[in-house]
């Protein structure tokens, strides 16, 4: 099918990510990572963006690689820091700062859960040469974890916590993460939901409309899936 691997593929890449590796991937090709990536999510964005904070100095030179998640961090007695798991956040609401985030940070790839519209990739991401890539589902933030090396250094840890700070992870073999975006703005999750839904009409057909709904909700079936 044009636009998807005729077979699952898998790729690794290594931050910072060059231009014609991100060009290269395809929707739906699962990504392992190596090198380093950092955490930034709304706390970050507020002070880059908004507050005018500067980053730290030399990230984008080692790291094009934005992961939208808390880290489950504990503090070492020698005072560096084990990340046992990282769990993804939700990407869709960071909308309104990435046009400035890009632009200060020079993030090449989010990472993130549920991905994002193709509007807001065709908008936002495409000028910017940025793709997303997805987690696999829940529950994996532990085989994440395995993936973090160490901790190369953490910013803004006691104003915004632990969730909220800006950790640099040194990565190997991190991952599975989903292309769910590319170059184009096109979109693994729409792609998907799109040729589902085409099929909804028929297997519902005949069926008879609820008698008892509650306040909002609505007999058209794509609605409900999505």
Known sequence: MEGRPSRLTTVRLTSPVSTEAIAALQIGTVVYL????????????????????????GLSAISNINFHCSPAAVARPDGGYEVGAVTATASFRFSPWLDEWFARSGAKIIIGKGGMTCEIYRRQFRPAGAIYLTTVGYGTGALLGRGIKRVRDVRWLSELGIAQALWIFDVADFGPFLVESDLEGNSLFERETAKISAGLAPLYEGTKSALLRRYGETDDRSDELI
Do not use: F
């Open 34 to 57: 190596d090198g380093v990536v950092y955490t930034a999510r709304e706390g970050v964005y507020k002070r880059v963006v908004e507050e005018g904070a500067a980053l730290p100095e």
